[in-house]
């Protein structure tokens, strides 16, 4: 949400609470008898200007809080991203690199679909995996139709991924649908934004951030009210501002008084 933006709808409620204000300054004029309409106002307007102004200013506050820690933090993020073994990988991976703010960029594991594997299968493809297919230093069968994957660094995941397809048919008929390789990019924790807007479109998707910076937003996020309990305390410091206009006279009368006693006092 942009500065102005934010300023602007804070400056509304606070319009609101000023005619809350000014209404209940007329009470000289409507009689005491409407106390109890001045305070529904100002509690029905700031429920109001808490739903349509405060509300939505607030449900941003991680996002600003974001902004701000990655402007400021020389710590470091991870990107984590997903690319399909149907592109061209490492020219993905070769592009990312180039990015500034990109500090490294590491493939990890690799999540293949497959055809549905039969539990006689699953030992034997599980065993024969990293000796039958070259570059693989690890393989799990983690579902009836998932595989995860790990390769030696530096391996080029499409031509692997495809020699492991050719084996698996071979041996045992089951067929791969698709693979996808995760991609861990590690950011400077000020160029997440940037980073995340110069990625190869259409050749890689975010799955998610992680880091120094995220972790501060979701402990900001777990102490954060609901949103509903924010409307309802708007709601209250409408009553409270009507409570001022209806007792103005009162509260300055009573601060003169105060400050009178500490005159005295100091004399």
Do not use: H
Request: charged share 20%; hydrophobic share 45%; aromatic share 6%.
């Amino acid at each position: 949400m942009e500065t102005l933006f934010v300023f602007l709808m804070i400056v509304l409620f606070f319009l609101l609470m000023a005619f809350v204000f000014s209404t209940a300054l007329l009470t000289p004029l409507i009689g005491k008898k409407n106390l109890l309409f001045v305070l529904g106002l100002g509690f029905v307007v700031g429920l109001i200007g808490g739903a349509f102004f405060i509300a939505p200013v607030y449900n941003d506050l991680p996002d600003m809080a974001r902004a701000i820690y990655m402007s400021t933090s020389d710590q470091q993020e991870i990107i984590t991203l997903n690319i399909s073994t149907d592109s061209d990988v490492n020219q993905a991976i070769a592009d990312v690199k180039k990015i500034p703010g990109v500090l490294s960029v590491e493939s990890g594991k690799i999540t293949v679909k497959t055809t549905q594997i039969n539990s006689d299968w699953k030992s034997s493809l599980e065993a024969r995996m990293t000796t039958a297919v070259n570059n693989i230093t690890s393989g799990k069968i983690v579902s009836n139709d998932t595989i995860m994957v790990e390769l030696e660094p530096g391996s080029d995941p499409t031509k692997v991924i495809k020699q492991l397809k050719d084996w698996m048919m071979l041996v045992s008929g089951i067929g791969i649908r698709f693979s996808i390789v995760e991609v861990k990019v590690m950011v400077d924790a000020s160029k997440v934004d940037d980073v995340v807007k110069e990625l190869p479109q259409g050749e890689v998707v975010v799955n998610q951030i992680s880091g120094p910076v995220e972790k501060e937003i979701q402990t900001l996020e777990k102490t954060m009210p609901p949103n509903n309990n924010v409307i309802l305390l708007c709601g209250f410091l409408g009553v409270i501002v009507g409570l001022m206009g209806l007792f103005i006279d009162t509260i300055i009368q009573g601060l003169k008084g105060l400050r009178d006693r500490l005159l005295k006092k100091g004399d």
